[in-house]
């Protein structure tokens, strides 16, 4: 792993209270400049998708001045445990 992917997940664990976080490094040769991210946290309950993102963001705003894509999926513990028994 290289370091912004070590410095994505520190934040994300760090400002949201997740329950489950993936990161993966989606850029060609893993160069770190396009990544996934997964959030599950109960932060998102009641919240629209464009908050939940915007939530990442913020926790990422840092690390978003040196990434040129980031795919976000944020799920509610709820929503994940129906995603996973799917």
Not at 33 to 60: D, Y
């Amino acid at each position: 792993k290289n370091d912004v992917t070590f410095l994505v997940k520190l934040h994300l664990m760090s400002e949201i209270l997740e329950l489950f976080e993936d990161v993966e490094d989606t850029s060609p040769n893993r160069c770190a400049a396009s990544f996934k991210v997964l959030v599950v946290s109960s932060q998102f309950e009641g919240k629209p998708l464009l908050q939940r993102h915007r939530m990442v963001n913020t926790c990422l705003a840092e690390e978003l001045k040196e990434i040129h894509a980031l795919n976000r999926k944020t799920l509610t513990p709820e929503q994940w445990e129906k995603q996973k028994s799917q």
